[in-house]
């Protein structure tokens, strides 16, 4: 865990939780699935679910933009209020993931599989029956859609950020299947059998961040003169780099069949979706999310205009851009 002796909240404490002969949505079977996750609050508190993107862990939403802005006395999920429940997902961080050992043996998961794993961790191990809220970034924004579809009476809000209820598709697949092809096309990935990282693993990472990340504005400040922008991308390449190959492969993979659109008339919580406008991965000039929030009752969306400090896909990881909006559905929110 990282240094938090200024963070407004309680110290996070963190666990896991084994589960047997876990069945995947391919029919494959673990024998032993390992879920991580990360608690802040009481556990007599009202519950909160928190999910976080891909390559991630619950770990990086525990920081001073993102937690120290949500979870701390008189803010939004005041943790003195609320259980604040943070899982590793199936893949990421201290779950279990290709690089524990299996490789590229590890049951091939997506989407569906996360929540349902998320579910049992909450139902069957907690013993959290309802929630409060569901709040999720990027990947986890995309799983909030799923939860609130495939749940729909467990939560009374659903929040998903930097996240559209599409099929995957566009350029949010385009640059994952450039980054998957180049790992696996890279002669150092031996078939997943590689002993050192393939060098394409940190290129294609950094190529993928560029492209989808960052913000028009954002990055043009980092990078105004093309000595800048080389400093900037020598900078990334040479920095320590410590992603596994398969398990990057496989998150990135996990996306694939993602596709909430056709039950979006299922969600019956009220849902405040927010994107930035300078998104790359899901730019709002697609029009999906006004198409999907007026197809659900009590449904919401929030844009968050382009300015200096908006930083494309990864705005939404700074909570002070929808903080006040997100504290004002929890209160008017009626508990189900």
């Not at 279990?96 to 579910?119: C, E, I, W």
């Not at 996990?254 to 979706?273: F, K, N």
């Not at 919401?300 to 004002?328: K, S």
Request: glycine share 8%.
């Amino acid at each position: 865990m990282t240094d938090r002796a200024a963070d407004p909240y309680p110290t996070p404490r963190q666990a896991e939780w084994g589960v047997s002969d876990f069945r995947f949505h391919t029919g494959e079977v673990l024998p032993a699935l390992r879920l991580a996750y990360t608690t802040v609050g009481d556990p007599a508190g009202e519950p909160v679910l928190v999910l976080h993107g891909t390559n991630g862990s619950a770990e990086a939403l525990l920081t001073p933009a993102f937690a120290g802005t949500l979870f701390g006395p008189g803010q939004p999920l005041d943790a003195r209020r609320h259980f604040i429940v943070l899982p590793d997902a199936i893949g990421t961080g201290r779950s279990s993931k290709p690089s524990d050992g299996l490789r590229t043996a590890f049951p091939a998961y997506n989407y569906d599989d996360m929540v349902r794993a998320q579910h049992r961790l909450l139902t069957e191990h907690l013993g959290i029956r309802h929630l409060r809220a569901i709040v999720g970034y990027s990947m986890g924004g995309m799983h909030t859609w799923l939860w609130a579809q495939h749940h729909p009476d467990f939560m009374d809000v659903a929040v998903p950020l930097a996240a559209l209820p599409a099929p995957m598709s566009g350029r949010n697949w385009l640059l994952r299947r450039l980054v998957i092809d180049a790992i696996r096309h890279d002669p150092a990935w031996q078939g997943g059998h590689y002993t050192q990282q393939p060098r394409s693993l940190q290129v294609a990472s950094v190529f993928y961040g560029l492209a989808t990340n960052g913000g028009h504005l954002g990055l043009q400040q980092l990078a105004p003169t093309r000595a800048a922008a080389d400093a900037l991308l020598d900078q990334r390449l040479q920095s320590p780099f410590k992603g596994d190959a398969n398990d990057h492969l496989y998150q990135w993979e996990a996306s694939r069949d993602y596709d909430p659109e056709p039950g979006l008339d299922r969600i019956t919580a009220r849902v405040l979706a927010v994107l930035s406008a300078d998104d790359e991965r899901n730019p709002p000039e697609l029009g999906v999310l006004e198409r999907a929030t007026a197809r659900i009752p009590h449904a919401e969306a929030l844009v968050i205009p382009t300015g200096p400090d908006t930083t494309g896909h990864a705005t939404l990881g700074q909570a002070r851009f929808y903080a006040q909006a997100l504290a004002q559905v929890l209160a008017t929110a009626p508990r189900r």
